[in-house]
Structure formats: C-alpha cells, structure tokens
C-alpha cells in the first residue's frame, strides 16, 4: 500500500517562530489534506490541496503532486498550534479512502 | 451547522467484553466513515459507507467488528468480544458529497470515543 512519511516527527518552537512541517508519499494521489489533531484529540481538517498552493491566515500548504510532497507552512506560532499535525492522502479520486501519515507532534512555548 | 457527534466520549471494559459506540453525521452528510487511532499513529479507517451501504470495509476486523447504518443517517459500531489491542480512540467521520466520481471531498471527524480494555 501508499507510504506517507511526514518530519520532523516532533518539533518545539518558541511562540513566534515560523515552521515547515514535510509529507512524502510515495504513489500518485488524487487527494492530499492536512489536519491538525489539538491536545483535546479533535481533528480538524486545515486544507485540501492535491495540488498547488493554498493559505488560509497563518498557514499555508503546497503540494507538488510531481515530486511526491506536501509542505505546510506555519508562520507566527502561537501556542494553539499545539498538537499533532497529519498529512493524509487517497489513491482512488472517487472515494475519500485517506492514509494518514505518522504525524509531527508540534509543540509552541512562550 | 452541528458537527459530528459521537457517544459515549470513555470507555472501559474488560477484555471478552462488548462495547458500542454511536455517531451521527453532519446534517445531509452522504459519506459516513469511522477510524481506529491507536495512540501515538494517525488514524486507521475501518469502514465507509456511502448513505447505507458499504463501499470499504476492507481494513475492518470482521470476526469481532460490526458495523451498520440504519436508515443512512447516524450508525453504530460494535466490537464482540473485546481484545486489549483494541485499546483506541474510534472516530466517526462525514464528508457532505461521497461517491460521487467527482474526487474526493473534505472530511469533518467527531470528537472520538476514547476505549480502554483492561
């Protein structure tokens, strides 16, 4: 079955700074979103982006469906963007059948 | 526009024991989904169903995990007996389009049922 890699698989940043969390995967897919799992364990869907580029505030993905990868990019930090962060990805382009990755658990300190 | 609700939010039984656990769907939601996520690895679906039929239950761990979705609304999933690997947070998701050819389209997860099997 599709591999799907994310780093770094934890990072700790100073509230402020900017981060690029990576997803390899390793077939071509017709479905990639990211998702931010909070402290509490609820998921929340950040973006659907099989392709291109997209931002929304403080974050913004790019996929380059091509070379296999998905960034996203936080800028600003701020402590709510603690929690584990999920690329997750689908093969079939009719059914949402997503893999999710391993994660990278984010932590933001004052 | 509610989300996804699931119930009970905890869980814990003793292995060789049943356990069922209910989510009903975004409002109008055609894709019903729910996920096993063992701690410390991202979620594992389990079974999708398309209003109330099944379109994957591939990864569903058949002898002791049921699943069904009455009506096409909210469902129900059951395991019988329970093992201590089955030890998780189940969540529940909906996406609003499905099978529709169209690709895929985002998915709206539940707030999970934290289980514990001692």
């Known amino acids: 079955g599709i591999q799907v890699e994310q780093s770094p698989p934890d990072l700790i940043l100073q509230e402020g700074a900017n981060s690029t969390l990576r997803c390899n995967f390793s077939d071509s897919v017709n479905n990639l979103q990211w998702f931010h799992q909070n402290p509490w364990g609820q998921l929340i869907n950040l973006f659907y982006i099989p392709s291109g580029t997209k931002q929304n505030g403080r974050l913004s993905a790019t996929t380059v469906a091509t070379e296999r990868y998905s960034l996203l990019y936080i800028s600003s930090s701020q402590t709510t963007d603690s929690g584990v962060y999920f690329c997750?990805?689908?093969?079939?382009?009719?059914?949402?059948?997503?893999?999710f990755g391993t994660g990278t658990r984010l932590q933001v300190t004052l | 526009e509610a989300g996804v609700a699931q119930s009970p939010r905890y869980k814990i039984i003793e292995k060789r024991q049943s356990v069922a656990f209910w989510c009903n769907p975004i409002?109008?939601?055609?894709?019903l989904y729910w996920y096993q996520q063992i701690l410390g690895q991202g979620p594992k679906l389990l079974i999708q169903?398309?209003?109330?039929?099944?379109?994957?239950d591939s990864q569903l761990p058949k002898d002791r995990f049921s699943a069904e979705r009455l009506k096409g609304v909210d469902s129900t999933l059951k395991i019988q007996p329970a093992k201590l690997e089955d030890s998780a947070v189940y969540l529940c998701?909906?996406?609003?389009?499905?099978?529709?050819?169209?690709?895929?389209?985002?998915?709206?997860f539940g707030p999970g049922t934290r289980l514990t099997v001692l």
């Open positions: 997750a990805v689908d093969l079939t382009g009719t059914a949402s059948k997503l893999t």
């Open positions: 998701a909906s996406s609003p389009r499905g099978n529709s050819g169209r690709g895929a389209d985002t998915q709206y």
């Open positions: 169903f398309q209003n109330n039929g099944v379109v994957d």
């Open positions: 409002s109008g939601h055609a894709t």
